[in-house]
């Protein structure tokens, strides 16, 4: 069963740092892809991050968050993380962690997903 478990959310002031953990279990981390996505009220959710799992050959990001977000993976503690700086109140929303086959940037083209943990940023 495929589990995947994020944390690291909470409040913070504009211009500071989150650090976001999903750890993985249930699947062979190296042959899916991982993404952070997230979802504000009364948004959709969109994509924030994606990284392949054989070791971080391939990130891409969303345009709002590139320059300010880091992707990564930890192959051998089946985690990747996603480092947040100078953040901006717009950043705020629950942010989910998903595992899927292809590189997308499509919420319906992953199959599994964390339950998101919040993140606030306060001005």
């Known amino acids: 069963q495929v589990q995947l478990v994020e944390s690291g959310g909470g409040l913070v002031q504009v211009g500071g740092s989150l650090r976001l953990s999903c750890v993985a279990s249930?699947?062979?981390?190296?042959?899916?892809?991982m993404s952070w996505f997230r979802q504000a009220p009364g948004k959709e959710r969109e994509f924030v991050a994606t990284?392949?799992?054989?070791?971080?050959?391939?990130?891409r990001y969303a345009d709002s968050v590139k320059g300010r977000f880091t992707i990564s993976g930890d192959n051998a503690k089946i985690t990747v993380y996603l480092q947040m700086n100078s953040l901006k109140p717009e950043d705020s929303a629950v942010y989910y962690c998903?595992?899927?086959?292809?590189?997308?940037?499509?919420?319906?083209?992953?199959?599994?997903w964390g339950q998101g943990t919040q993140v606030t940023v306060s001005s």
């Open positions: 998903a595992a899927g086959r292809l590189i997308s940037t499509n919420p319906v083209s992953y199959a599994y």
């Open positions: 249930g699947l062979t981390f190296n042959t899916y892809v």
């Open positions: 990284i392949t799992g054989n070791g971080g050959g391939y990130t």
